[in-house]
């Protein structure tokens, strides 16, 4: 498996923001996707966004189309999801994900997002 680290989640007020970084500390793997996943208490884990490495393409889920965007920094194997406009229901743990060739899907140590007044 790929390793990656995670950061910038926390605590923020609804209709603030945060951005989250993954980096894959590998710089030998042959990237495919990289995204984000989240999962709220009780609930399922849920794809938020995906970056695909090659083409550039990204998509989203419904709930955060408008708000959430990914970006990525190809020198540094690295993602990053700008969350703006945050709700309540956006809380959850960020999990970050990594596609690669030759290397079964890896998985972030995942970061607390909440957002309360």
């Known amino acids: 498996q790929v390793q990656l680290v995670e950061s910038g989640g926390g605590l923020v007020q609804p209709g603030g923001s945060l951005r989250l970084s993954c980096v894959v500390s590998d710089r030998t793997v042959s990237l495919i996707t990289m995204g984000w996943f989240r999962q709220a208490p009780g609930k399922e884990r849920l794809f938020v966004a995906g970056?695909?490495?090659?083409?550039?393409?990204?998509a989203y889920a419904d709930s955060v189309k408008g708000r959430f965007t990914i970006s990525r920094d190809s020198a540094k194997n690295a993602v990053y999801l700008q969350m703006n406009v945050l709700k309540p229901e956006d809380t959850a743990v960020y999990s970050c994900y990594v596609d690669a060739r030759m290397v079964p899907r890896s998985w972030g140590q995942g970061t607390q997002v909440t957002v309360s007044s």
């Open positions: 970056f695909g490495w090659s083409s550039g393409n990204t």
